[in-house]
Structure formats: C-alpha cells, structure tokens
C-alpha cells in the first residue's frame, strides 16, 4: 500500500531518478559525500532538516507521504473539549483528502476492493466526505 509503509530513502532516490538530478549537484546542495547520500536513499526515515532540503531540491513534499498516512492509518484523536490550545503551535480543524489521498480511496472502491462502509471504518473518512467524492467522480467519469 502507498501510503501504509512508508521508506523516505526509496521515495527520494525514484524521484532523483525521475528528474534525473546528479550526484554532484545533490551533494553540494546538501554538503554531503556520495557516500552520506546513498545512505540516505537506503534508509527508513530521515531528520527533517535534511527531508526539507530534499523536499526544496527536488521540488516535491515529501513530508505529504507522512500526513497521508496520518491521515489514512491514524485514529482519531478522542474529542476532548477540556483540551486547552496553545498559541506556540498551529491546530488544524479538520482533515486535508490530497488528490492522492481521493484516488487512492476510489481506486480501492471502483476495483471492488473494498466497500463504502469498509473505507469509512478503516480510513475514519466521514460518510459526506465520501458521498461527495462518489458523486463527483460520477459527474466526471
């Protein structure tokens, strides 16, 4: 699944392939050695400085792969209206579906995979949400 295990270092070395960036230009860009960057592409996970100079590098959120499976795999968080709000952090009032997100969703509806009641309680999608996506990939298919 695209978005249930996630390998930063395979996501970034398919996309240095994809814009065919050299390795001269990666290394001094990020001030590493060949060395340092082939073991980045090989590695799970990544400080997010550096995904950050990757993501500006190759023109690409990679940090969208992570909030896709936040919002795809992670429960939901339990409604508490106790739960005081800071001001030093931003809070986001609801979920953002990226066209990604939608297709992937669809795609897994369309094909038979799985069914709407399924998506709504794997994926914790609201029953609206879903309803809207259904309707206008009919308008538009």
């Known amino acids: 699944m695209l978005y249930k295990e996630i390998h930063i270092g395979s996501f970034i070395k398919e996309r240095v392939d994809e814009n065919e960036i050299t390795m001269e230009r990666i290394c001094k860009f990020l001030d590493s050695d060949e060395g340092a960057v082939e073991g980045m592409y090989n590695s799970?996970?990544?400080?997010?400085?550096?995904?950050?100079?990757?993501?500006?590098?190759?023109?690409?959120?990679?940090?969208?792969?992570?909030?896709s499976h936040?919002?795809?795999?992670?429960?939901?968080?339990?409604p508490n209206k106790n739960q005081q709000?800071?001001?030093?952090?931003?809070?986001?009032?609801?979920?953002?579906?990226?066209?990604?997100?939608?297709?992937?969703?669809?795609?897994r509806i369309l094909s038979g995979e799985m069914t709407q009641s399924?998506?709504?309680?794997?994926?914790?999608?609201?029953?609206?949400?879903?309803?809207?996506?259904?309707?206008?990939?009919d308008i538009n298919g």
Do not use: G
Request: aromatic content about 16%; proline content about 5%.
């Open 70 to 78: 936040l919002i795809l795999y992670a429960p939901p968080a339990a």
């Open 44 to 67: 799970r996970s990544i400080d997010t400085d550096l995904l950050l100079r990757w993501s500006k590098l190759l023109e690409y959120d990679f940090f969208r792969l992570y909030s």
């Open 85 to 107: 709000k800071s001001d030093k952090i931003p809070y986001f009032r609801k979920n953002i579906y990226t066209q990604e997100i939608k297709e992937f969703i669809m795609k």
């Open 118 to 137: 399924e998506v709504i309680k794997e994926y914790s999608i609201p029953k609206s949400t879903l309803h809207r996506w259904l309707q206008k990939s």
